[in-house]
C-alpha cells in the first residue's frame, strides 16, 4: 500500500507570504494528524481529524494556521501570513483507529526568511 | 502531567558495539510506549510498542525495549550497532485522551562510527 505522502518536500517563503502544505493519508485512514517540529525542539502535535471533522486541534499555535480535510481524504494546512517562527518540519500522519500507531509521512520542510 | 524525557541528544558508537538510547517518562498511570525511528529524509518509523504485556519488547532491525516501571524508563538497547542504524530516535508516549495524540521525547541522534 502507498504510505503517507506529503508535498512538497520543502518550502522556502519570504515571510508574510502564504503557503499550503498537503497530507495525503494513507486509503481508508479515518485518523490523521498533523505535527510540528521548530528547530531544537521537540515533535509536537498540532491537530487531529477524523473524517472531515476536527476532533482535537488543541495544538494549533495561533488563528494563522488554517487546517482542512475536505471530503475526509487529503488535508492541507495552510499558513497565512508565515512568520519566522512557523519555519520547520511539518509532519501528517494517519492510522485507522485512533489507538493504532501512526504512519508518518516524510515531512515538509518549511523556511521562513 | 505527561511527559517523555530522552536523556542524551546525541549517542556515538562504534559499529559493532552495543547501543543503549535512554529514555524516562512521567504519568500518572501506566502507560504505552513507542520508539520511533526517522533516517535522514524519511519519515518516522515505528521501532518497537510497549503495551502492557511483555515488559521486553522486540522491534525490527535487531532492536528491543525493556519497560521498567520502578524506574518509570523504557531504554532502548541493540546489542550490536550497524552503520545502517545512524538516525534520529524518538520515545514517544500516546496522550492519556487516547486519540492518537502522541507525545514525543526531544530526540536522540545516533552516530555510528566504522
Known amino acids: 500500500e502507498a504510505g503517507v505522502t506529503q508535498f512538497p518536500s520543502h518550502s522556502v517563503i519570504e515571510k508574510g507570504q502564504t503557503v499550503t502544505l498537503r497530507c495525503d493519508p494513507i486509503s481508508g485512514h479515518d485518523n490523521l494528524y498533523w505535527y510540528r517540529r521548530v528547530m531544537g525542539k521537540e515533535i509536537k502535535f498540532l491537530l487531529h481529524?477524523?473524517?472531515?471533522?476536527?476532533?482535537?486541534e488543541s495544538g494549533m499555535p495561533n488563528n494563522r494556521f488554517l487546517a482542512e480535510r475536505t471530503g475526509g481524504t487529503y488535508s492541507t494546512l495552510k499558513v497565512q501570513p508565515a512568520e519566522l517562527e512557523d519555519s520547520g518540519v511539518y509532519f501528517c500522519?494517519?492510522?485507522?483507529?485512533?489507538?493504532?500507531?501512526?504512519?508518518f509521512g516524510n515531512g515538509t520542510r518549511l523556511t521562513v526568511t | 502531567a505527561q511527559s517523555v524525557t530522552q536523556l542524551d541528544s546525541h549517542v556515538s558508537v562504534s559499529e559493532g558495539t552495543p547501543v543503549l538510547l535512554r529514555c524516562n517518562y512521567s504519568s500518572s498511570y501506566s502507560p504505552s510506549l513507542f520508539w520511533y525511528v526517522q533516517h535522514p529524509n524519511k519519515g518516522l518509523q515505528l521501532l518497537l510498542k510497549y503495551t502492557s504485556a511483555a515488559t521486553l519488547v522486540k522491534g525490527i532491525n535487531g532492536f528491543e525495549a525493556e519497560f521498567k516501571k520502578s524506574e518509570t524508563s523504557f531504554h532502548l538497547t541493540k546489542p550490536s550497532a550497524h552503520m545502517s542504524d545512524a538516525a534520529e530516535y524518538f520515545c514517544?508516549?500516546?496522550?492519556?485522551?487516547?486519540?492518537?495524540?502522541?507525545?514525543f521525547g526531544q530526540g536522540t541522534t545516533l552516530q555510528v562510527k566504522p
Open positions: 481529524f477524523v473524517k472531515e471533522s476536527k476532533q482535537d
Open positions: 514517544v508516549m500516546p496522550h492519556s485522551s487516547n486519540t492518537g495524540k502522541l507525545i
Open positions: 500522519a494517519s492510522s485507522p483507529v485512533p489507538y493504532s500507531p501512526l504512519h
